[in-house]
């Protein structure tokens, strides 16, 4: 991290890593551990210094926004639930190719209150759970909305779906992709929400963003980037990448091997020992090789 980012802490930097990395072990014997970085969460926010930078620890950080103004912006309680969706919240429509004949007028409004109403019952199936944040990788139309917020709940549309199922890990939850259940009935299983202590909607950088603290699941992360632009930023992304896949190899291999030129220099100064011990000619040839080699750790 002192060698590739533009980070002046390099030793909480370092802490950082290794703290990220180890909270994404998946479990097992120390030999069998793995330790997915897809797990870990990079956030880049420009604006302020690179010294602001922070590991979010039992935490994470979602790059999205409240769906409505008139939505709480936190959520404590120490038990907050979280509903993770991969579909649409919208009005229910009838499919394609459906053709119903009407002859009287009261019926198109009859029909009309239906489908709001299958709507609001499926809004309700969801918020019966106890969920108290919802989530979802699609839309959410305005009568969705309206639900969300006479109900005092955190909706948050088009997030990343990557994001989504890094969070359900992290809370110990599922991403719900639907509501369908083996009976043909729709339903939601209360056992796909996670749970943390509690969700707050913060700016950070240019823009807000939803963080959730106290995450009960365990094994992801967030890693939150701040500098002064976008390359900056990226320079800090592609170091701490760097060193997050040697954290991993080393967890995982439980074996280091130091660079740097550090090989290098031990060999020259045991060559050294060694060509002092000869008697003949021979001991020039092998200074001369101990000598070569230092010209890796010096060009470095």
């Known amino acids: 991290m002192k060698g590739e980012a533009p980070n002046p802490n390099a030793t909480a930097s370092a802490a950082t890593t290794t703290t990220a990395t180890t909270n994404t072990n998946s479990g097992g014997k120390k030999q069998t551990a793995k330790y997915p970085l ?8 420009t604006g302020k210094s690179s010294l602001e930078s922070n ?30 969706l991969d579909m649409n919240l919208q009005r229910h429509r009838m499919a394609m190719g459906v053709q119903v004949l009407v002859k009287d007028p009261e019926e198109i409004e009859r029909i009309k209150k239906r489908e709001m109403d299958i709507t609001k019952e499926r809004i309700t199936k969801i918020l019966e759970t106890g969920a108290r944040v919802v989530l979802t990788t699609k839309g959410v139309d305005d009568l969705c909305l309206k639900y969300f917020v006479e109900a005092g ?3 948050a549309r ?8 890094r ?23 209360p056992n796909a929400l996670g749970t943390c202590d509690e969700v707050r ?38 170091a701490l990448h760097d060193s997050l896949c040697v954290v991993k190899r080393m967890l995982e ?3 280091l091997v130091t660079g740097g030129g550090a090989v290098e220099a031990a060999l020259s100064v045991y060559l050294e020992d060694y060509a002092m011990k000869l008697e003949t000619r021979e001991q020039f040839a092998v200074q001369e090789f ?11």
């Open 38 to 45: 897809s797990a870990i969460h990079v956030l880049k926010a």
């Open 55 to 84: 590991f979010m620890k039992d935490g994470f950080c979602l790059d999205a926004t409240r769906a409505a103004q008139g939505m709480p912006t936190f959520v404590v309680g120490g038990n907050v639930k979280i509903a993770m």
């Open 153 to 155: 709940v955190i909706c």
């Open 158 to 165: 088009r997030c990343d779906k990557d994001d989504l199922k």
């Open 167 to 189: 969070l359900a890990k992290a809370t110990g939850g599922e991403l719900v992709t639907t509501m369908a259940d083996m009976e043909g009935n729709e339903s939601f299983d």
């Open 201 to 238: 909607e913060e700016r950070i950088g240019d823009g807000e963003m939803i963080n959730v603290y106290g995450c009960k699941g365990g094994g992801a992360s967030t890693i939150v980037l701040r500098g002064a632009n976008e390359y900056m930023l990226d320079e800090m992304d592609r």
């Open 253 to 255: 291999s439980n074996t």
């Open 290 to 300: 101990a000598d070569a080699l230092l010209t890796i750790p010096k060009t470095l």
